[in-house]
């Protein structure tokens, strides 16, 4: 059994750089234990002041987005985006912060062709892609950071002579970066959505569409069907809703997916999700999807909520 390691010394004063990493997590550990002792009282508060501040965030923030969406949105995805970055230039973390500035540079270039008027032709299918892309891409590193987590509690990172640590860290920074940027582009994806349809004019928000559909456009990219829904295509094929109009493949998946629509573009008709992802290889990307919706309210204001509570005990005098 290892030695006790003397902690009577003044912390300012004590060189610690000779001690091995356990014995100095000891030592911490034993000064935090040292510093709070006889604050159970305190800590009881703190405990108590946490719970009540989550149960009113959590009342404000359901009444406001029920009561005013537009505003819950675009302040909730201006969070999502904006907190990180903080985070990030304050730990120095500058991988992230390349990848945040690559995203930003082109779904900014993205946003702005999706809100030019008049649209160009081939626009609503370039922003459906870059974001088809986005989507995928970020649910493939979900998956990948999953199962690297999975493997590494079963050791089989052992096998190839990898650390648990490194194996764990991979992992954990994987599904972050997937299920990051998988929310912010289902955010950013919505809105283009929402604008590139009013634009042709083949959805509106709140009233009747400007523009009568006809049989062979589809309404999301304003684009003739060239191929009939019975044909094969190569490239892509037609898909066919519940309320009899039809679309492009691809097109309507983005609309659904990736845009947050569960209704027809057209007629606003409520979308089967069930009958249109049928193959069970599919409907994970739905549930994906639901998740990335879940994890929303954790990036954009639990650290929000988490600075009202030690703001509150600051000024109570509470430690």
Known sequence: MADPVAVDADPKL???SHLSDEERWRIEHQRLHEKHRGHEAMHAEMVLILIAVLLVAQILLVQWKQRHARSYNAVTLFGLWTIPLYFTLKL?????????VIFSAVTGFIIYKATRRPLSGNT???????FYLL????????????????????GVNL???IKPETAMDFGVVTIFYGLYYGVLGRDFAEICADKIAATI????TTGMPTRHLEPNVCAVCGQKIIIHEEDDGIIEKTYRLGCDHLFHEFCIRGWCIVGKKQTCPYCKEKVDLKRMFCNPWERPHVLYGQLLDWLRYLVAWQPVIIGIVQGINFVLGLE
Do not use: C, N, Q
């Open 14 to 16: 004590e060189d610690l």
């Open 92 to 100: 120095l973390w500058w991988r992230f912060f390349s990848t945040w």
């Open 135 to 154: 989507y995928k891409v970020s649910y493939g590193l979900g998956l990948l950071g999953y199962f690297a987590v999975m493997f590494t509690f079963l």
């Open 159 to 161: 096998i190839f002579m």
């Open 124 to 130: 609503p299918r370039l922003v459906y892609k870059w």
């Open 201 to 204: 004019g083949y959805y509106s």
